[in-house]
Structure formats: C-alpha cells, structure tokens
C-alpha cells in the first residue's frame, strides 16, 4: 500500500524560506512521477512543481525561481524548497504520485495523494 506523508509547513513572513518533505512508503519514489500541488479554500488545487527519474524538475510560472523540487531515492523522499514566500503562496500543499508522467500539472493524472501541510505566509 502506497503512503504519503508531507511535513513541514507553518507559520513564516514574507521572504522566509520552507521546505516541505513527502515521505513515500510502499514503492520506491524514483518509480513514481511525483508532484506537489497547493489549495486554498474554494480555489482549484493548483500545480506547484513535479519530477520524475527521467524528466523534469518542471514548476509552476508562479514559482519559477523562488521554489525547487528534489527527490532522495536513498530516503525515498521529494522535497519542495520554498524560498522567498510571498503571501499569495498561502496554502495547504499537497504532494502526490502518479504511475505516468503525462499531464505531470493535472491532479487527476495523481493516483496517491497525502494528507496535505499548511503553510502560512504573512506580510
């Protein structure tokens, strides 16, 4: 049974940097396309970043240049790097895992998902 587990989220200001893990249990991560993925309250989830072991890193216009995607196969964990948070990036994050790589920005392209973390970006 594949498992997701984000960590890392809270309470920061403007201009201070997060970074978000998803600990994957069940397969190895570097089989997977993985995605991250963020939602406000009556928004659509919306595409952050995604990777997988032969394409990408590929991100969000929105985030180009501030966040970065990485996977660790030996911890069998992808992180997002967030850096220079701005109050718009207010959202619970979510990451995902997806048995193909096409459609990487599409949610349902994702078959596992977790549980999603907080982060709060204050001005």
């Known amino acids: 049974q594949v498992q997701l587990v984000e960590s890392g989220g809270g309470l920061v200001q403007a201009g201070d940097s997060l970074r978000l893990s998803c600990a994957v249990s069940?397969?190895?991560?570097?089989?997977?396309?993985m995605g991250w993925f963020r939602q406000d309250p009556g928004k659509e989830r919306e595409f952050v970043a995604a990777?997988?072991?032969?394409?990408?890193?590929f991100l969000a216009d929105s985030v180009k240049g501030r966040f970065a995607i990485s996977r660790d196969n030996a911890k069998n964990t992808v992180y997002l790097q967030m850096n220079s948070l701005k109050r718009e990036d207010t959202a619970v994050y979510y990451c995902?895992?997806?048995?193909?790589?096409?459609?990487?920005?599409?949610?349902?392209?994702?078959?596992?998902w977790g549980q999603g973390t907080q982060v709060t970006v204050s001005s």
């Open positions: 069940g397969r190895a991560v570097s089989t997977f396309m």
């Open positions: 990777i997988s072991w032969n394409s990408g890193p």
């Open positions: 995902a895992a997806a048995n193909f790589i096409n459609n990487y920005d599409q949610p349902p392209a994702y078959k596992y």
